[in-house]
């Protein structure tokens, strides 16, 4: 979102779709810090245009609703629109009652309704209820605060932070309202409610992440100084990744609360704002994030940093979305604009078999070089591979098209490995590059317990060992409660990749547990199958 062309701020986050007085914890992490560069092809892409309907209007907040229609705010005082475009391309603007409203972070709840903030004056939240098409307008409960960023959650409670006054509220679904002051000064933009119903928000005044739980406890994430998160988002694995403005970073707090960031490309990329694009199918799959930049939109997976879809100077990104078919919408403040960007056939494709790997086993890559609908044979393709922390490819192999144009190997990769494959070109066909499919890597974890039947007090020992080795890297006993688990207890792996977990249990009952490891920079999260201990 926008305050001014001079000053970029974040845009809504969509991480809940298809998001008084606190004690504060300062929350303890063990903060592994990986940054990834890109070196190597920008992924090709494609364009489509839709100018906005009012001229020099700011377009800059925008989100995907669940008929495939996509909402956008016309930001400057002379537009001051609301406006979607439909899935068949029909453009409608729809005033904002309140005149010079300056609104800010937009999101679309379970009916398909569209909730957005407005800035200027006292501040409101507004629902647009797209049945009636009609805007309700609620003051918040703190004038003056400059309502900023807006996320729906689950169960339809609307968090907006308050940057002003250096709260968050929320709305519930029923109707009532609620404040949470952050730390003086921390200014929050970003915000983001997760699956678990627990918030997240960005607070680039103190270079903070804080989360706000469910069960009523402040913490935070202190970041280097300077980085000034922006937008934040929170996947479908419980991954929560924040835009770094200043630093040109993308950050991922992982649910093992361990830290990666990575390096964007370009000098000065400003990664503002971001989406999620939720294609978590079974298992733990880290989704992909979309963020605007400067220069174009940029893609992050498990694996890093995979490519850059770079743009002219036409155009600049302020605002992301995702449709459910994973093709990305930004508002362009530059060209008065939104657009479609979507991987372009360059003639050369790439896919693999799996994107969620269990280990040893191997994933099938293949693809194709056409020139057209033209298959090209006896063309060398270069396979790269690059994994987290890597700033460059390296090359995994060289193989040969064969009459229909078609290659294929196998890999056996031990950490999360993102692939390209590179054509140089020739006299029929110039340099063409593929997409670059992410394989996360699913570590191989066993468990073994001393006893399933025991009485209270008496000690349980659990061990195992998980491969590949991750040294001293935290996992946890964790209980069902519900539809939830919670932490029983925890201990690290050895330097072999073996582990002990010792829990004494004291009440009597039937306790559904197993053993996670909540994943890190190199492989997914993994967890055993549950086991039943009986304590009578």
Not at 107 to 125: C, P, V, Y
Not at 246 to 261: K, Y
């Amino acid at each position: 979102m926008l305050n001014s062309p001079a000053r970029k701020a974040a845009s809504a986050s969509h991480g809940a779709r298809h998001s008084k007085s606190v004690f504060v914890t300062l929350l303890i992490t063990l903060a592994l810090i990986t940054v990834a560069g890109i070196t190597g092809s920008s992924i090709e892409a494609k364009v489509s245009d839709t100018s906005s309907p009012t001229p020099v209007s700011f377009p800059l907040n925008i989100t995907a609703a669940p008929d495939g229609s996509v909402w956008y705010t016309e930001s400057r005082d002379i537009a001051n629109n609301l406006v979607q475009r439909t899935s068949g391309g029909t453009l409608t603007k729809f005033p904002i009652p309140s005149s010079m409203s300056d609104p800010g972070g937009i999101d679309t709840d379970s009916n398909g309704d569209i909730w957005f903030t407005e800035k200027a004056g006292d501040g409101r939240l507004v629902m647009f209820d797209t049945s009636g098409s009609s805007f309700i307008e609620f003051p918040t409960p703190v004038a003056g605060g400059a309502p900023y960023d807006v996320s729906v959650a689950l169960n339809d409670d609307v968090w907006f932070s308050l940057r002003d006054s250096d709260q968050i509220g929320v709305r519930r679904d029923s109707g009532a309202w609620g404040i949470v002051d952050l730390t003086a000064g921390s200014e929050p933009h970003g915000i983001a409610a997760g699956l678990d119903e627990n918030v997240f928000i960005a607070a680039p005044g103190n270079d903070r992440i804080y989360e706000w739980t469910k069960q009523g406890t402040l913490r935070y994430w202190g970041l280097e100084a300077g980085t000034n998160p922006q937008d934040i988002a929170v996947d479908g694995t419980g991954n929560v990744w924040f835009s770094g403005q200043d630093r040109g970073t993308l950050g991922r707090i992982m649910p093992s609360h361990q830290r990666v960031e990575y390096d964007l490309p370009g000098e000065s990329s400003e990664p503002l704002g971001l989406d999620v694009a939720r294609v978590t199918g079974s298992g733990h799959r880290t989704d992909p994030v979309w963020v605007a930049l400067t220069s174009g939109v940029g893609v992050v997976s498990a694996c890093g940093v995979q490519g850059e879809h770079t743009l002219d100077s036409t155009y600049h990104p302020m605002d992301v979305t995702v449709e459910d078919d994973s093709d990305a919408w930004f508002t362009d403040i530059r060209g008065n604009r939104i657009s479609r960007i979507f991987e372009s056939t360059s003639g050369l494709t790439l896919v693999a078999n799996k994107t969620l790997l269990g280990f040893p086993s191997g994933v099938v890559l293949s693809g194709t070089l056409k020139d057209g609908a033209t298959p090209l044979s006896g063309r060398t393709i270069k396979v790269l591979f690059k994994e987290p922390g890597d700033t460059t490819w390296t090359s995994l192999t060289n193989v040969t098209t064969n009459g229909s144009g078609a290659f294929n190997l196998a890999d056996f990769p031990s950490r999360n490995r993102a692939y390209a494959a590179n054509f140089d070109g020739d006299n029929v066909k110039g340099r063409a590059f593929s997409p670059q499919p992410c394989v996360e890597l699913e570590p191989s974890l066993s468990a073994s317990y001393s006893d399933t039947v025991v009485r209270p007090g008496e000690q349980i020992s659990i061990s195992g060992s998980m491969a590949p080795i991750h040294k001293w890297s935290p996992l946890r006993l964790e209980v069902k409660d519900g539809e939830n688990w919670k932490w029983l207890a925890g201990t690290a792996f050895s330097a072999n990749g073996s582990y002990t977990i010792n829990w004494t249990p004291a009440a009597t009952g039937e306790y559904v547990v197993r053993v996670t490891f909540r994943g890190d920079a190199d492989n997914s999260w993994v967890s055993t199958s549950d086991r039943i201990i009986a304590v009578n």
